[in-house]
């Protein structure tokens, strides 16, 4: 099965050598379950991104991060390997992989693929032989540990997807540490061979002609090797980030099941292993309620770790005030003044922000232009372009263990998981011509891609204006940056990169404001994507409109 693309136009490029292009990027998460089927099976593949690759270039974006794709018995949906150099079945073959980067590259488009290294499938070779004695060759690789005198788990530490983060087995009469499922064993990293073997995985793919690596949970890798117990949090610190209010797991300091410093002596492995490719970068996903941004400093500090991290400032729920964004803003700049962030507002791991915040189609381009406008990399997630909303998915087709565990408090993260909608008159959505995994929202139906391609005012064609004014900017993706103004409907910043100057101020609410230029020659920028005019003696700044000036002509 093959496909026209939605733009009229043929997108051509190549890749331009540039090992700082990572600086600015524009990165677009595909999650390849739920991107495009080729074969009617109902889940995306591989061959599924190509045929729609014309699309993500029309988007401007510099480069693509697929989720997970790797041999698994998929109880995470891919995030359970067990086999971290072959391509699952359902999703194609190497030859596929082979092809996605070959035509990508073509487009001018970079491939980050998402390493999963801080825990296997529990079917993956090296934990089916670990759990065999306690005396084989990988016996160490995993986390073990003998119960307690009275036969409970070594400590109180905790799974993200509820209950107990320790796993009894009966093979070798101890407990195993899984932070996910319990099909999820974690790596033991202070064992020097697993260092290595996963350092062989990243190596692998990096010789197969990949751009740079996702790091999931990448401040979960080392443990506490005295298995000490996480102290409880205060009642008014039982809140989360990164995981539901119902699940017990916020209640604890998770002061020594993750984010030890022994993982940064690994990340700099790491990135040794890196510099020996060209155009290489990584992003780590921080986890961490208590420590995120100190941590995200401390894995990006100087260039001998990650090319920079993200945490869950703004994937969270407090709305983005300007007074919010600048509480962000400054904290990062306090603790990593000299690391490089990547701010995303969406992914596959939570409530899509068009709902989480309530957003209408105005404000979703008013953030948009926030997002692309901070200091730092952005990431965007598939359907985020066509301002898809959260998707409402039935408890009988749930897929996600963790919303099956905890429904219905919390439903899951398959609302922000089914089925991209292409066209609007075509049987789910053209997305597969089989029964898709999750089922295709109604509520996406009007927002297919095809529908709005001929609309110029569409949230699609909005998003494509944005990036490539973006792109056209080098102000915007690597200036130094400074707030001017930071109210709860209000945001305004100064840019500046070599010997231009940018001031743009954000308009965060419906109600129209004066906004005074500052003082110098200021000159509003008519090729930026909002129509803002000047009446002489200020700006008259409509409802969800930014301002975006230069200085001098």
Same mark, same amino acid.
């Given at each position: 099965?093959?496909? *026209?693309?939605?733009?009229?136009?043929?997108?051509?490029?190549?890749?331009?050598?540039?090992?700082?292009?990572?600086?600015?990027?524009?990165?677009?998460?595909?999650?390849?379950?739920?991107?495009?089927?080729?074969?009617?099976?109902?889940?995306?593949?591989?061959?599924?991104?190509? %045929?729609?690759?014309?699309?993500?270039?029309?988007?401007?974006?510099?480069?693509?991060?697929?989720? =997970?794709?790797?041999?698994? =018995?998929?109880?995470?949906?891919?995030?359970?390997?067990?086999? $971290?150099?072959?391509?699952?079945?359902?999703?194609?073959?190497?030859?596929?992989?082979?092809?996605?980067?070959?035509?990508?590259?073509?487009?001018?488009?970079?491939?980050?693929? @998402?390493?999963?290294?801080?825990?296997?499938?529990?079917?993956?070779? &090296?934990?089916?032989?670990?759990?065999?004695?306690? %005396?084989?060759?990988?016996?160490?690789?995993?986390?073990?540990?003998?119960?307690?005198?009275?036969?409970?788990?070594?400590?109180?530490?905790?799974?993200?997807? +509820? +209950?107990?983060?320790?796993?009894?087995?009966?093979?070798?009469?101890?407990? $195993?540490?899984?932070?996910?499922?319990?099909?999820?064993?974690?790596?033991?990293?202070?064992?020097?061979?697993?260092?290595?073997?996963?350092? @062989?995985?990243?190596?692998?793919?990096?010789?197969?002609?990949?751009?740079?690596?996702?790091?999931?949970?990448?401040?979960? $890798?080392?443990?506490?090797? !005295?298995?000490?117990?996480?102290?409880?949090?205060?009642? %008014?610190?039982?809140?989360?980030?990164?995981?539901?209010?119902?699940?017990?797991?916020? &209640?604890?300091?998770?002061?020594?099941?993750?984010?030890?410093?022994?993982?940064?002596?690994?990340?700099?492995?790491?990135?040794?292993?890196?510099?020996?490719?060209?155009?290489?970068?990584? *992003?780590?996903?921080?986890?961490?309620?208590?420590?995120?941004?100190?941590?995200?400093? !401390?894995?990006?500090?100087?260039?001998?770790?990650?090319?920079?991290?993200?945490?869950?400032?703004?994937?969270?729920?407090?709305? =983005?005030?300007?007074?919010?964004?600048?509480?962000?803003?400054?904290?990062?700049?306090?603790?990593?003044?000299?690391?490089?962030?990547? &701010?995303?507002?969406?992914?596959?791991?939570?409530?899509?922000?068009?709902?989480?915040?309530?957003?209408?189609?105005?404000?979703?381009?008013?953030?948009?232009?926030?997002?692309?406008?901070?200091?730092?990399?952005?990431?965007? $997630?598939?359907?985020?372009?066509?301002?898809?909303?959260?998707?409402?998915?039935?408890?009988?087709?749930?897929? %996600?263990?963790?919303?099956?565990?905890?429904?219905?408090?919390?439903?899951?993260?398959?609302?922000?998981?089914?089925?991209?909608?292409?066209?609007?008159?075509?049987?789910?959505?053209?997305?597969?011509?089989?029964?898709? &995994?999750?089922?295709?929202?109604?509520?996406?139906?009007?927002?297919?891609? @095809?529908?709005?391609?001929?609309?110029?005012?569409?949230?699609?064609?909005?998003?494509?204006?944005?990036?490539?004014?973006?792109?056209?900017?080098?102000?915007?993706?690597?200036?130094?940056?400074?707030?001017?103004?930071?109210?709860?409907?209000?945001?305004?910043?100064?840019?500046?990169?070599?010997?231009?100057?940018?001031?743009?101020?954000?308009?965060?609410?419906?109600?129209?404001?004066?906004?005074?230029?500052?003082?110098?020659?200021?000159?509003? @920028?008519?090729?930026?994507?909002?129509?803002?005019?000047?009446?002489?003696?200020?700006?008259?700044?409509?409802?969800?409109?930014?301002?975006?000036?230069?200085?001098?002509?």
């Amino acid at each position: 099965m093959s496909f *026209v693309d939605i733009r009229p136009e043929e997108t051509s490029s190549t890749l331009v050598t540039d090992p700082d292009w990572w600086r600015g990027a524009v990165i677009y998460q595909i999650y390849p379950r739920s991107f495009q089927d080729s074969n009617g099976d109902g889940v995306g593949d591989l061959s599924g991104i190509i %045929d729609r690759l014309p699309h993500v270039a029309s988007l401007n974006v510099d480069a693509i991060w697929i989720s =997970p794709f790797f041999t698994s =018995p998929m109880l995470d949906y891919g995030y359970d390997v067990s086999d $971290y150099c072959d391509v699952d079945p359902m999703f194609g073959t190497m030859a596929d992989f082979d092809r996605l980067v070959e035509r990508a590259h073509e487009l001018g488009i970079r491939i980050i693929i @998402d390493l999963v290294l801080s825990h296997t499938s529990d079917k993956h070779p &090296w934990f089916v032989e670990s759990r065999v004695s306690r %005396d084989n060759a990988r016996a160490n690789w995993y986390v073990w540990a003998d119960a307690k005198p009275d036969g409970t788990p070594p400590n109180n530490w905790l799974s993200i997807f +509820g +209950g107990s983060a320790w796993e009894w087995d009966t093979s070798r009469m101890q407990y $195993y540490l899984h932070n996910f499922l319990r099909e999820q064993p974690d790596l033991n990293f202070h064992e020097p061979t697993v260092q290595d073997a996963l350092l @062989d995985v990243a190596r692998f793919w990096l010789e197969r002609g990949v751009d740079g690596f996702r790091l999931d949970t990448v401040n979960f $890798y080392t443990h506490d090797k !005295e298995l000490r117990d996480n102290p409880a949090l205060p009642e %008014d610190q039982k809140q989360s980030e990164i995981a539901p209010s119902v699940n017990p797991y916020t &209640w604890q300091e998770h002061k020594f099941s993750k984010s030890q410093p022994e993982n940064i002596v690994f990340l700099e492995k790491l990135r040794v292993v890196m510099n020996e490719f060209t155009d290489i970068t990584s *992003v780590g996903e921080v986890g961490d309620d208590q420590q995120g941004l100190q941590i995200q400093a !401390e894995y990006t500090q100087g260039t001998e770790r990650l090319h920079m991290c993200y945490g869950f400032d703004f994937l969270s729920a407090p709305y =983005p005030s300007g007074s919010r964004v600048a509480e962000v803003l400054n904290r990062f700049d306090a603790l990593a003044k000299d690391s490089w962030a990547c &701010w995303a507002f969406s992914n596959h791991d939570v409530t899509r922000h068009t709902s989480r915040w309530a957003l209408s189609e105005e404000a979703q381009k008013a953030y948009l232009a926030l997002l692309l406008s901070l200091r730092g990399s952005a990431c965007l $997630y598939q359907g985020e372009e066509l301002g898809l909303p959260e998707a409402d998915v039935a408890f009988e087709d749930l897929q %996600d263990p963790y919303g099956i565990q905890f429904w219905p408090k919390y439903k899951g993260r398959d609302g922000c998981r089914t089925p991209m909608v292409w066209s609007s008159n075509a049987e789910h959505g053209g997305f597969s011509s089989g029964k898709p &995994w999750l089922p295709v929202s109604e509520t996406h139906a009007a927002k297919s891609a @095809d529908a709005q391609a001929a609309d110029a005012e569409s949230m699609l064609n909005f998003y494509r204006r944005m990036i490539a004014y973006r792109k056209a900017q080098p102000v915007l993706g690597k200036g130094t940056f400074e707030i001017v103004a930071a109210e709860e409907e209000y945001f305004a910043i100064r840019r500046e990169f070599g010997d231009t100057a940018m001031f743009v101020a954000f308009n965060l609410s419906d109600t129209a404001r004066e906004v005074a230029l500052p003082e110098g020659n200021w000159t509003i @920028d008519r090729s930026a994507p909002f129509d803002v005019e000047d009446n002489g003696e200020g700006v008259q700044l409509p409802g969800w409109h930014v301002l975006f000036a230069h200085e001098g002509g």
